[in-house]
């Protein structure tokens, strides 16, 4: 994996900053953890929104990670670098749409999102593994949210949350 950039280097690149979580991509250990709760605390401003609007928000920054992402990765010549978390910031996004705010919901869905983000079962790890550049970063995480939110749904249906 490639060194890390510090963190006057991301303030010199919006797409480092954006790519890195406005830092939070530096942690040494785990920056996809650390990527997700910096992800969280912005979900926490993002969940009053109407759900159109925070899917509008959603769409746009998972589509904008795209490039985001990608152009990160070519400046650090590395196809994903760990330090890259704007692709874990949108996955929660949408694992926690339409959830309300509460300590179940920030507990439930930030552990099954980092639990399908980091084990990627099939069809998360297929995405990893075969799409490379922008779409490939992203994708897998978009999948884990999916995956998180299935599950979350499923759960509820059955009562069990």
Request: some cysteine; glycine content about 12%; charged content about 10%.
């Amino acid at each position: 994996m490639a060194a890390n950039p510090s963190f006057s280097e991301l303030i010199k690149s919006p797409s480092l900053f954006l790519a890195f979580g406005f830092g939070s991509g530096l942690a040494p250990k785990a920056p996809g953890t650390f990527g997700s709760m910096a992800g969280l605390a912005i979900w926490l401003l993002l969940a009053d929104l109407s759900l159109p609007a925070y899917l509008t928000i959603v769409t746009f920054s998972g589509l904008a990670g795209v490039y985001i992402c990608g152009t990160a990765a070519e400046k650090l010549g590395v196809h994903d670098h760990g330090g890259i978390v704007w692709d874990e910031f949108v996955g929660l996004w949408i694992a926690m749409a339409a959830l309300p705010v509460s300590w179940a919901s920030i507990i439930l869905g930030f552990g099954l999102f980092r639990f399908f983000d980091i084990l990627k079962p099939w069809p998360i790890s297929w995405l990893d593994k075969k799409v490379s550049g922008g779409w490939g970063i992203m994708l897998d995480d978009i999948a884990a949210g999916a995956a998180t939110s299935a599950t979350i749904y499923m759960l509820a249906s059955l009562g069990w949350i």
